[in-house]
């Protein structure tokens, strides 16, 4: 689990223990060091130093931006909205992620199942009584199942990466920002104002989010809850 601190001045409430100046490192209060850099020697989550593997995540990108449209977020969103692909424990499914590699990540090329542990163990190592906290970083990927065919093996493109608003303008601070100019819903007037189909303060519960693995799992968690 990274956690990204921009103000140490914040002490505490950041969860920070101490800055070591002399290492330039962030100690947790669980006792995990932060690193500046990861091991491709580049900043977390920075989508613009040259390099092979960027080269591929902006790939992954420019085919993302260009293809979530409206239009095919509503059909997904029919489709898998039906909950019916399949019915497993958590850990089948997590094991289905064993060899499962996110091609939208600049910073982690292992497989997703040791992303979910590291996850939950990081957490619990922070928070060890907070054990709704470790269910939900054990959980938190697991829509990356859609990769594989009982779950319709959908194209990495439609299942991992960030998540953006559709239905309206695709806002400039999205990674990569510069493909979307050849998504149809970029050009189409319905969609490419501010508000585009929605309504200010309609709320996030009615705004359409780009399809992947984080919408498959919020259709999945109400009746996994109750």
Known sequence: MTILIDQPELGVEAGVNK?????????LDGGFVVPQTNSFGHTFRDYHVESERQQGVENFYRTNHINQTSDFVKR??????????????????????????????PDLDEPQIEHLLQTAEAIRKDYPNEDWMHLTGLIHDLGKVLLHP???????????????PVGCAFDKSIVHHKYFEEN????????????????????????MMSWGHDDYMYLVYPPLCV
């Open 19 to 27: 800055l070591d100046n002399a290492d330039n490192e962030l100690v």
């Open 76 to 105: 997904m969103r029919t489709e898998y909205g039906k909950l019916n692909k399949m019915e497993m424990g958590i850990w089948e499914c997590c094991e289905l992620l064993n060899d499962v590699i996110d091609e939208s990540d």
């Open 150 to 164: 009982g779950f319709g093996e959908l194209p990495q493109w439609a299942v991992v990466g960030d998540t953006f």
């Open 184 to 207: 149809p819903d970029y050009h189409n007037s319905d969609y490419n104002t501010k508000y585009g189909v929605y309504s200010e303060g309609c709320g996030l519960n009615n705004v």
